[in-house]
């Protein structure tokens, strides 16, 4: 992780963290999600809010959410990355459980700590949604991942002796 002195560069680690993450056996999940040409998707196809249209097979949605403070006078905080994973056509369903497999994997256990941060992964919650009826569309598969973190930022931590 190199830049935990803001919100931005938590988030750029955590997406880095999952897209590079070497599972022991079979590829990354850059590998197996895909790849754009160009642009947010160049490196993973993994997007903070929203994916850009037309992005399929595979692709991925990431959320920093219900974040708070928590215990030590608001300088740790808690909060709840989501990750929502969809393909289409269903048949691509077991290809996606592969990709969530691969995120929890790279989550399990993940800790990181610096000089003045400290950031870890404590619990997790899987769900593959069920599928869609009409009119939406029926053949979309999607699976939410919820990762709890737990972090100590240096944006606050600097004030801790002030």
Not at 5 to 30: H, I, V
Request: glycine share 8%; with cysteine.
């Amino acid at each position: 992780m190199s830049d935990t002195e803001t919100t931005t560069g938590l988030e750029t680690a955590l997406r880095s963290r999952l897209l590079t993450f070497e599972p022991l056996a079979g590829s990354p999940l850059a590998t197996v999600l895909g790849i754009t040409e160009s642009g947010a998707g160049s490196d993973g196809k993994l997007f903070w809010d929203a994916a850009p249209d037309n992005i399929g097979p595979r692709w991925g949605i990431l959320r920093l959410q219900n974040r708070r403070s928590s215990g030590d006078g608001w300088e740790q905080e808690v909060a709840e990355l989501e990750i929502t994973l969809f393909a289409r056509p269903r048949s691509q369903k077991v290809t996606l459980e592969l990709c969530a497999d691969l995120c929890d994997q790279a989550m399990l256990r993940f800790r990181y700590t610096d000089a003045t941060s400290v950031v870890g992964c404590w619990g997790r919650l899987r769900s593959t949604l069920p599928p869609f009826t009409g009119p939406a569309d029926t053949e979309v598969v999607q699976i939410r991942l919820v990762y709890s973190l737990v972090f100590w930022l240096t944006y606050l931590t600097q004030y801790h002796d002030s």
